[in-house]
C-alpha cells in the first residue's frame, strides 16, 4: 500500500511539472531535432516521428504536454520500459521539452505499412468509442489534448497492446481512468477500436 501511495505521489508531481512547465516558447524544436538525432529516436519511432517498428508508437504530432509527462515518467522510473531507459537517461526538464517540442511540430500521419481497411470493423470500433466516450477526453478528433495523447494516425499493434494493458492494469498513467474505461472490454472490441482509431 505504501508503494502504490508513493507512486502515486510521484506521478502527480510529474503531471505537476507539466502544467506548471515553462511556457511553449521556451521549448525548441530544433535543439530538440539535435537530441532526437543523438539520442537515436528514429530507430524505433521512425523518421519524422511515423514508426514503422511494431509495438513503437508513432510520436508525429503527439500532444507536447503529452510527450513530455512521459519521457518524464521514463526518466525517474515511474514507468518501466526498458527500451527508454538509456534514451532519456541524464535528460534535463529544457532537454525533455525540446524533444517533445520537436516530435509534436511534425504532422500526424498514419502508419504507411497498415493493413487494409476493414470498414466493418471500423464501424464496431467507431460504435465502441462513442458508447466508451473516448472523444471526451480525446476530443472528437481524437488528436488529444495537453496530456491527454493524440490516438488517431497511431500503429493499430500499439494501440492493441496499451488498451489490453490498461484493461489488464499492467500499465501505469497519471490516474486510473483508462483503467476503469476498459474495464471489461474483450479483446475483439479493442481490436475493432484500435483499427477504427489507425484508420482514421
Known amino acids: 500500500m505504501r508503494l502504490r501511495v508513493t507512486l502515486a505521489a510521484a506521478v502527480m508531481a510529474a503531471a505537476f511539472f507539466v502544467s506548471t512547465a515553462a511556457p511553449a516558447s521556451a521549448q525548441d524544436a530544433r535543439r530538440g531535432a539535435a537530441l532526437a538525432e543523438e539520442r537515436n529516436c528514429a530507430a524505433c ?17 503527439q500532444q507536447p504536454h503529452f510527450l513530455t509527462l512521459q519521457l518524464i515518467l521514463f526518466r525517474e522510473g515511474l514507468r518501466p520500459v526498458p527500451a527508454m531507459a538509456e534514451p532519456v537517461r541524464g535528460l534535463t526538464d529544457q532537454q525533455v521539452e525540446d524533444i517533445a517540442a520537436y516530435f509534436a511540430a511534425y504532422p500526424s500521419a498514419p502508419d504507411p505499412e497498415r493493413g487494409a481497411h476493414d470498414a466493418a470493423l471500423a464501424a464496431r470500433g467507431a460504435q465502441i468509442s462513442v458508447q466508451r466516450n473516448c472523444n471526451v477526453c480525446h476530443l472528437p478528433s481524437y488528436a488529444g489534448r495537453a496530456q491527454v495523447p493524440r490516438i488517431n494516425h497511431q500503429r493499430e499493434d500499439f494501440l492493441v497492446h496499451t488498451l489490453i494493458e490498461y484493461r489488464d492494469n499492467q500499465r501505469v498513467g497519471t490516474d486510473t481512468q483508462m483503467n476503469a474505461v476498459m474495464f471489461g472490454m474483450s479483446d475483439d472490441d479493442i481490436r475493432a477500436i484500435a483499427h477504427y482509431l489507425a484508420h482514421r
Open 45 to 61: 519511432h521512425g523518421e519524422r516521428g511515423v514508426s514503422g517498428v511494431p509495438l513503437m508508437p508513432s510520436l508525429a504530432g
